[in-house]
């Protein structure tokens, strides 16, 4: 069809210039749009009456609004201020000139929608294409202007069919814009748009975001909760400024979804996601693969805290909070295909432990490993979950065998169970002999100097100038041994061991908006810590010399005594620091109950060898008394015998024995396993078992039930040729069971026990210490060994009368008190009786172990 437009129109065309901004910014552009100095008045379509005129009159303007210009009979909006850079990202309104036939009006009003379209594409691309605007949205762009080269091309030839085509019409570029470019533009400019908005969404409402970290939290600890059962997911709170990241592939994603039943726009979809991704599944390689995050404008899964490498030690003993802050998850706007909280675990560990296992070797990359590793391709491919658990298993093999190759772990365990948990027997009664009158004073009282000089002359600390050090292959046997020997320090705790152990299974309330008052997102944790420190600080505030009670091991030494190992890189990883305070919790009360076996000991010498208690000229009344004090002594040391071997071979070492069964198995799977690692790409990438596309955001599969059935039914068969799992956290998982169980059936981890043993012991330590006072009280109890003594000794006996009253008065006295340490005895045993039997179903059938052997020794109570 030939132009209609006549040549006055022509040669009285409006001239376009350019102008400069006067305040440029970084929202605009410096050079202002295409105007129009004189708008030249159209010739009025009242007056044209051919209905093809007319037409070709609309269609010429068309051509113009298509690429976001006015025409003669085509006019933006009087809204629309095209020099207004968000105006151009909505596009502009277009208003068609009212006397145009209606037939005609109809089909224009539906074509100037892609003028506005289009013009919202060159907008983005003006204020979005720009580095800080992060990678996706720049990959973005880049398809934008793919599209746009593409959008040009066909309105040349829609421009082409106009000026030569005599047939051409209305309905001819209706069709032709559907066809080649509608849909396409379409979804770019309703993705756009949404990108857009949310990002002034996003800087409008910046400081009510802040306001909304704790209910973001929140959510984020209630959906950790209900997928993993636990909160050790390090999250980051904070929410992006801009849409940028995984937000552009959210909202590409869920347009796929929502479109999931439109087959041409769902591969325009699905086309589009896989190229704005690039960049993101780029990133995920690098840190999955080398352990590296490349990420300069913040946008991955994963946020390096750069704070927290601020004054890092390498050797510090909080390595594993280090660790723990150094990588967060951003949970904001994930796609489906990593939603999971498990997976997002994996992501995080593996590139964490690759970091980890360079820095140990001080390697930068895995070049010497002769890896063959296929990188993840694609979001939404069916092999996503495979390659991000192999990958998963490549970083646990390499760091379980830096930890068990490199550094000797097994050993470790062992050796830490020989210093920690009494099997050292020998060197420890010994330290206990020596230090014997210092552990039991008052802990405010004792030369610490002194305490240290005896348990180092005795344990052997020797110097050794080895010392673990990033870069070694690993150490020796000896220069574990060298570590912890070195390392190791005695020191007496201001909390006791009753306190400490009925604190720690306190909870108190804390002030969350005080963690995230500052958007601070470890902050949360930080305030944990201090309330646990306030929990220690309450134990201890009421505790002082004043308060020394002789007759209760509260305030002894013994009951503060700690042993304390800083453990170095990368030991502290798995051994952290609640596992070395569980280890310290577990010494204590190994150690205070061989010093009460040593008390009973000393008290036993001094009732059956010392001249007093066996003189023979007593009454028949007396020497029956001093044989029930014998008795109860009997029985008490019966207890802490019946009580100390439970605890070293009922409680202890079967669960060293379980413990060390699943880490040399471990040890001995690893050596079966080479460093270098192959990963390569499924078999039948897009095909499920029964032959039916499977998995990512595409997904028509109608087998997926049986294919995931069959797929767990593989995976329990491959997880049962091996009994315990080859992973890290499999074997911090263990070291944790294995001192939990400890703790329960040592009655720890129950108020309830530990005020039953507590009152045992302390029955126990009373009534010894009564037993050392009697000496005095025995000579008064006999006329002849008084006067022997007396002579002896006058300044002692001065003023003490001896007669038959005063010696009657006095047995009488006696029989009391030791009636009543039988009575506190029986009762003290009698609760812990009842408390195990009540608690050994319900907490643990251990305490049913010791119940049996109770109730076997002492059948009377």
Request: aromatic letters at 12%.
């Amino acid at each position: 069809m030939t132009s209609f437009v006549s040549s006055a129109q022509e040669e009285e065309s409006e001239r376009d210039f350019v102008s400069i901004s006067n305040n440029p910014d970084f929202l605009s552009t410096c050079v202002n749009s295409v105007s129009r100095q004189n708008k030249i008045k159209p010739f009025p379509l009242s007056d044209v009456k051919d209905l093809k005129v007319q037409q070709g009159l609309i269609i010429k303007d068309l051509l113009f609004a298509f690429l976001g210009y006015e025409g003669f009979y085509i006019r933006y909006s009087d809204k629309y201020d095209p020099s207004n850079v968000y105006a151009k990202i909505r596009g502009p309104d277009f208003k068609i000139a009212k006397h145009l036939d209606v037939s005609l009006k109809s089909i224009a009003k539906k074509l100037v929608k892609y003028g506005k379209y289009y013009s919202g594409l060159n907008g983005f691309i003006e204020l979005y294409d720009r580095p800080t605007s992060g990678r996706l949205v720049q990959r973005f762009c880049s398809c934008l202007i793919s599209f746009i080269e593409k959008y040009h091309q066909v309105i040349c030839a829609l421009e082409e069919e106009f000026k030569y085509n005599s047939s051409f019409n209305l309905n001819n570029l209706e069709n032709i814009l559907y066809q080649e470019v509608s849909l396409g533009l379409g979804h770019l400019y309703e993705i756009l748009t949404t990108i857009h908005n949310d990002t002034m969404e996003r800087q409008r409402n910046k400081a009510q975001y802040n306001e909304m970290n704790f209910t973001n939290f929140m959510r984020s600890i209630e959906n950790d909760l209900k997928q993993t059962g636990s909160i050790d997911l390090s999250t980051d709170i904070a929410r992006f400024d801009v849409c940028k990241g995984s937000l552009i592939l959210k909202i590409v994603e869920d347009r796929i979804k929502t479109y999931s039943g439109d087959g041409p726009s769902h591969e325009f979809l699905l086309y589009l996601f896989d190229n704005i991704s690039t960049d993101y599944v780029s990133m995920m390689n690098k840190w999955l693969i080398e352990g590296e995050i490349d990420d300069p404008f913040e946008e991955f899964l994963i946020k390096q805290n750069e704070h927290a490498s601020q004054g890092f030690d390498i050797q510090k003993i909080n390595i594993e909070k280090y660790w723990d802050e150094l990588y967060m998850i951003r949970p904001e706007g994930l796609i489906d295909q990593i939603s999971k909280k498990d997976l997002q675990f994996k992501i995080l560990t593996t590139g964490k432990f690759l970091t980890i296992f360079k820095k140990c070797l001080k390697i930068n990359d895995f070049s010497g490993f002769d890896d063959n590793i296929d990188p993840i391709e694609k979001l939404y491919s069916q092999d996503l979950e495979y390659k991000i658990e192999e990958l998963y298993k490549r970083a646990n093999k390499l760091m379980m065998k830096l930890l068990f190759e490199g550094y000797d772990l097994a050993y470790l365990l062992m050796y830490l169970q020989f210093k920690f948990l009494s099997n050292d027997a020998y060197k420890l009664d010994s330290f206990l002999d020596k230090s014997f009158i210092d552990l039991k004073k008052n802990k405010h009282s004792i030369s610490l100097s002194r305490l240290r000089n005896s348990y180092n002359s005795i344990f052997n600390s020797e110097s050794n100038s080895d010392f673990l050090v990033l870069g070694q292959a690993g150490p020796t046997k000896m220069n574990v041994e060298s570590i912890i020997n070195k390392s190791i320090e005695i020191s007496i705790d201001v909390t006791n061991f009753y306190d400490l152990a009925k604190e720690i299974l306190n909870v108190t309330s804390i002030d969350a908006e005080e963690a995230l008052r500052n958007s601070n997102p470890n902050a949360f944790k930080s305030l944990l810590n201090k309330s646990l420190e306030r929990q220690i600080t309450s134990a201890t505030s009421h505790t002082s010399q004043d308060a020394y009670d002789p007759d209760h091991s509260d305030e002894y030494t013994i009951a503060g005594i700690q042993l304390n190992i800083k453990l170095p890189f990368p030991y502290n990883m798995i051994i952290n620091q609640t596992c070395m305070f569980e280890y310290q919790l577990l010494f204590k009360l190994s150690t205070l109950v061989r010093f009460v076996s040593k008390l009973l000991d000393h008290t036993w010498k001094e009732i059956n060898c010392s001249t007093v208690w066996r003189y023979g000229g007593y009454d028949a009344g007396i020497k029956k008394w001093i044989l029930r004090c014998r008795v109860l002594h009997n029985r008490m040391k019966d207890f802490i015998n019946q009580f100390s071997f439970y605890l070293t071979y009922d409680v202890t070492e079967s669960n060293y024995r379980i413990l060390m069964d699943q880490v040399l198995e471990v040890k001995k799977d690893l050596e079966t396993k080479d460093l270098s690692t192959c990963i390569k790409n499924k078999a039948s990438e897009s095909e499920g078992i029964f032959g039916a596309r499977k998995g990512g955001i595409g997904n028509f599969s109608y087998n997926n039930v049986f294919d995931e059935k069959i797929l767990s039914r593989n995976q329990k068969l491959n997880q049962s040729k091996t009994k315990h799992e080859t992973s890290f956290e499999a074997i911090v998982h263990s070291l944790e069971t294995f001192l939990n169980n400890i703790l329960r059936d040592s009655l720890l981890t129950n108020k309830l026990t530990v005020d039953v043993l507590k009152n045992m012991l302390d029955a126990i330590i009373s009534y010894n210490n009564y037993l050392s006072r009697l000496k005095k009280s025995l000579i008064l109890l006999n006329i002849d060994l008084f006067e022997k003594f007396r002579s002896d000794y006058p300044e002692k006996f001065e003023g003490k009368v001896v007669n038959e009253e005063e010696i009657n008065k006095r047995f009488r006295n006696l029989n009391e008190m030791l009636n009543a340490h039988f009575q506190i005895f029986s009762d003290s045993l009698n609760e812990l009786i009842m408390t195990l039997r009540s608690l050994g179903i319900q907490e643990s059938s251990s305490f049913l172990i010791l119940l049996e052997r109770l109730e076997v020794c002492f059948p009377t109570n």
